[in-house]
């Protein structure tokens, strides 16, 4: 900012009073100023602002956006933007000496002993008394008005807010996501923006856990995986896009590209016989027509396109819903720039940046939300008189509350901030800003960013790159498959890198499995750069070694090499130790590739890290490089160009949402990489360490890859699995909060036979805390492997997963009390028996109500450290269990007695000691009123003393019953 900035006419009246009036004067002088003095002018008001408090800068910033237009409107937006608020939301208190005398505590004289007062004072009150304690009852009012401030996230009104409308979100039989869009629905009824609403909540893979509701995402169109599923939904958008496929054998692809891809795998003859349309246009979503007349020939048409990428866009779909309808009309009450700038500069965003900055596990995660919601000052910035977008804006402010209030309750925040990207989607599909070019501008920064050592070969021009825009990253390798096979001739594809797996792609990719036979055409190479399933460490440098044996065996005038790597999980270099692993691959072969003799095809899926956890999109991206001007490379570069063109994704709403997330948020990805790969080694070390020597219980932690297998065998770990409803059930990976995937198969390697399906369940951890991770899977790791808290090695006695016996969860929690001098166990004791606890209610079939005082007896005594999300989860299970039943108190010192069943038609007695009643209270605690009002109901107190506890318990059944 130049040293002659001013603040423009108008300001101090502003300052003084403001409000639209004062505000338009100061637009005014800023208008008259003109470029590029009013820009500058622009960026000291955002950082004179910036050092107000939180709400103050936020309703003044509103009111001067409100009045700016053009080029000026949006430098101010973007100063804003770029200016954080200059002190910290919550603020420090300094600690000053006390003095015994109250009129120095209250810091009205400096803390020292003051001269002897007269008995009387002429002329009025003593000003070390009377007005001392008027100053003291004027602070006690603000801190009172403080605290109670719902704008302010530092206080108490804020976070009481913020947990009432979590509340009232929970207490709802519908998700936030359905709210959402019934809310919208009628606004946007027969518009072109219809589409844009119902999208809401759409996942390219949705939980797969029974239906959920509250702070959740749904959408009745999402498939469990949207690539090898969405015909499971499909009839439902045919149902509301009308007849587009006439015959009953017609299949929906996603690009008029398919019919020469599926020669590949089909025998041309057939593929002479087929047809393809666009269903609008020229290009996108088609038709593929004909299938019928091959029937006889059991063709496996579903399995074939899924695994060449033809699965259509789900987003190119819903926007089909609106082919036709006109634009919604401009709404002049709304202004989303002034909404925007309000949001950015409130407190809870100036916390959400303070939060981003914190070493926890939510730190990424509002990193990427800061850097998101401020890139929407980009480009144009937001429709400015869009309802729609004011309507998301505002969504996008109330999410954020529910953020900040958790940062402590990770797993609340979490669902939140997933929540949010849909928001964020609809800013930047009703805007439309982005183009294809901005989409490889920003690939290629990545990229480079990414893999420095190529980029002054790129830059300057010695190699060529061209990136776009698939429906998949499956579409991508199947595509880089065909362009590099159709050309050379020949389907000999090799795969000489260490054993890894892209196991989805059974049929495609059979030839490259491991110990397939080699032919002396191998100028196809086929690898990852991390795998999904890791069995072992990828080795970047021995697969440049196997691309130089193969550049070696090249014949003179033969076609350039191919080498296709899926790049979906890229890792920061910090997190491999040095260089980054496509760094390494790309720096060793960039001569190669600058000389003609080697194309790379790059082959990632966004569906992964690249969405920030929450699988909002299902896109994907290739991108070649190769020599610039190189003749042999032409067919490749034209085929692509071809590719893109067919597909035309970028200007449609996937599009513009990834391409935000890329220029915004590319760095973002890393972090969260890096973040969830942390408690993928927590977990591998001390929730479930396993004998590194028997892949039969699993695969050891990679180095920086945040996936881990695990295997529970003779146990089928997918019906384990499936009971732990506290770990969200996915049929893909990196999603914000911790998921697995079942029926992970064997590694490669292994014999036909021994390759069983149930195998191996992949664990995905999120981003929630230690003590989540410890509660999810400490207990399960330690049973799993029968070695209780403390032991250090297995036990002799297997612990029988399928039909847990009590006994056993038991005795770990005995072997637990006496473990000593652990620091792990010390740290996480009540977190550990918590997961012992949660793992019980979820496994053990016999002797339920024996439950009943354990769970009592966490409750009464256990509780501190546990995460609330695990405490409400067993405070509901333990009312659970109480369904049906007549509570008796017991007052002796024993344990409690199951009495015997009772007589028919009435209700089984229970008899409970005190411990067990406190732990019922404690239980009560926590728990949202509406959730026991409802369970409450289901169980009857009997026999009941007059101690504090049985008295304090019956109110609060009372209390609930009667609501």
Not at 132 to 146: C, H, I, N, S
Request: proline share 6%.
């Amino acid at each position: 900012m130049s040293n002659d900035s001013v603040l423009p006419a108008g300001w101090q009246e502003f300052v003084a009073k403001p409000d639209p009036t004062t505000a338009k004067a100061v637009a005014r002088a800023l208008t008259q100023l003109g470029s590029p003095a009013a820009f500058e002018s622009v960026k000291l008001i955002a950082e004179t602002l910036a050092e107000r408090s939180a709400a103050e800068r936020s309703e003044k910033s509103r009111l001067i956006a409100a009045q700016l237009r053009g080029e000026v409107a949006h430098a101010f937006m973007k100063a804003t933007a770029a200016t954080r608020l200059a002190h910290p939301t919550v603020r420090t208190p300094v600690e000053k000496p006390q003095h015994q005398d109250v009129a120095h505590y209250l810091d009205v004289l400096p803390p020292k002993q003051p001269d002897e007062r007269p008995e009387t004072t002429p002329g009025g009150h003593d000003p070390l008394t009377l007005e001392a304690l008027d100053l003291a009852t004027a602070d006690l009012a603000a801190l009172a008005d403080r605290v109670a401030d719902e704008r302010d996230a530092s206080s108490m009104g804020h976070l009481r807010k913020a947990a009432e409308l979590v509340d009232s979100i929970n207490a709802k039989p519908t998700t936030y996501s359905q709210e959402r869009r019934a809310e919208l629905a009628a606004a946007v009824k027969g518009t072109t923006q219809e589409h844009i609403v119902e999208q809401i909540g759409f996942r390219a893979a949705k939980t797969q856990r029974d239906k959920e509701q509250g702070l959740s995402a749904e959408n009745e169109l999402a498939a469990s995986y949207w690539r090898t599923n969405y015909v499971d939904t499909l009839q439902k958008f045919l149902a509301k896009l009308g007849t587009v496929m006439p015959d009953p054998d017609d299949i929906l692809v996603n690009s008029p590209r398919v019919l020469e891809k599926l020669a590949m795998m089909v025998d041309p003859k057939v593929v002479a016989g087929l047809r393809i349309k666009p269903v609008e246009g020229r290009t996108g979503i088609s038709v593929l027509s004909g299938t019928a007349a091959f029937k006889d020939q059991n063709i496996a048409w579903k399995s074939i396109l899924q695994e060449l990428g033809a699965t259509p866009s789900a987003y190119q779909l819903y926007e089909l819903m609106d082919t036709g309808k006109p634009e919604p009309p401009a709404d002049s009450t709304v202004n989303t720039w002034a909404d925007l700038v309000a949001l950015i500069t409130g407190s809870p965003f100036a916390r959400l940046q303070e939060i981003a900055r914190q070493k926890t596990e939510l730190a990424p995660v509002c990193a990427m939300v800061e850097h998101l919601v401020l890139g929407l000052t980009d480009e144009f910035g937001p429709k400015r008189t869009d309802a729609l977008t004011a309507n998301a804006l505002r969504s996008l402010g109330r999410l954020l509350d529910i953020v900040v209030a958790n940062q402590h309750n990770p797993s609340v925040a979490l669902r939140a901030v997933d929540l949010m990207m849909d928001e964020i989607g609809i800013v930047v599909a009703v805007a439309g800003n982005y183009t294809g070019d901005d989409y490889r501008r920003a690939v290629r920064r990545v990229m480079l960013e990414r893999a420095p050592s190529i980029a002054p070969l790129v830059e300057g021009e010695q190699v060529h790159m061209y990136s776009y825009l698939t429906t998949s990253g499956m579409e991508a390798l199947g595509t880089a498959l065909w362009i590099a096979l159709s050309w050379r001739g020949h389907e000999q594809v090799s795969r000489s890198t260490e054993q890894i797996d892209y196991f989805e792609t059974g049929e495609l990719l059979r030839r490259l499995r491991e110990g397939d036979t080699l032919t002396p055409h191998q100028d196809v190479l086929v690898a990852t750069l991390n795998p999904s399933a890791p069995y072992s460490v990828p080795s970047p440098e021995k697969l440049v070694i196997s691309v130089r044996e193969a550049l070696a065996a090249q014949k003179k005038g033969a076609a350039p090499c191919v080498l296709i790597i899926d790049t979906t999980i890229q890792l920061a270099p910090g997190s491999t130790g040095g260089k980054g692993r496509l760094d390494v691959i790309l720096g060793g072969l960039k001569e190669d590739i600058a000389a003609g003799r080697l194309e790379v095809f790059l082959c990632k899926s966004y569906q992964k890290y690249a969405s920030f956890g929450t699988g909002k999109v299902a896109a994907g991206d290739l991108t070649l490089l190769s020599k610039k001007g190189n003749l042999e490379s032409v067919f490749a570069r034209a085929e692509v160009l071809l590719q893109d063109a067919q597909l035309d994704l970028a200007r449609h709403d996937e599009g513009q949402l990834v391409i935000h997330m890329l220029r915004h948020g590319h760095r973002d990805e890393l972090a969260l990489i890096d973040s969830a790969a942390r408690n993928a080694k927590f977990v591998d070390e001390f929730c479930w360490p396993i004998d590194r020597t028997n892949q039969r219980q699993g695969t050891s932690y990679v180095d920086g890859i945040p996936l881990l297998l695990r295997a529970t065998f003779p146990a089928k770990i997918d019906t384990l699995f499936a009971k732990l409803v506290l770990i969200d059930w996915r049929d893909s990976f990196s999603f914000l909060r911790t998921s697995y995937v079942g029926r992970i198969p064997g590694p490669w390697g292994a014999a036909p036979a021994e390759q069983k399906e149930e195998w191996y369940v992949r664990i995905n951890p999120g981003h929630e805390s230690k003590e989540t991770m410890v509660e999810c899977f400490y207990a399960f790791g330690h049973l799993a492997t029968s070695t209780p808290p403390g032991a250090g090695q297995p036990g002799q006695k297997q612990v029988d997963l399928d039909r847990l016996p009590l006994e056993a969860v038991l005795e770990h929690l005995k072997a637990l009390d006496e473990v000593k001098g652990d620091a792990g166990v010390e740290r996480y004791r009540n977190n550990i028996a918590a997961s012992y606890c949660v793992f019980a209610v979820q496994n053990v079939g016999f002797r339920r109500d024996a439950l009943v005082p354990l769970l009592a007896g966490f409750f009464a005594k256990r509780t501190g450290g546990v995460t609330i999300e695990t405490q409400r989860y067993l405070a509901g299970e333990l009312f659970s269990l109480l369904k049906e039943k007549t509570l008796d108190v017991v007052h002796d010192t024993g344990p409690a007695k199951l009495p015997p069943p009772p007589a028919s038609g009435k209700k089984k007695v229970l008899n409970v000691d005190l411990t067990t009643v406190a732990g019922l209270c404690r239980a009560v605690a926590v728990l949202p009123a509406w959730r026991f009002k409802s369970l409450a109901k289901e169980f009857e107190l009997g026999q009941i003393g007059v101690s504090a506890e049985e008295k304090r318990l019956s109110a609060l059944v009372d209390k609930a019953v009667k609501g």
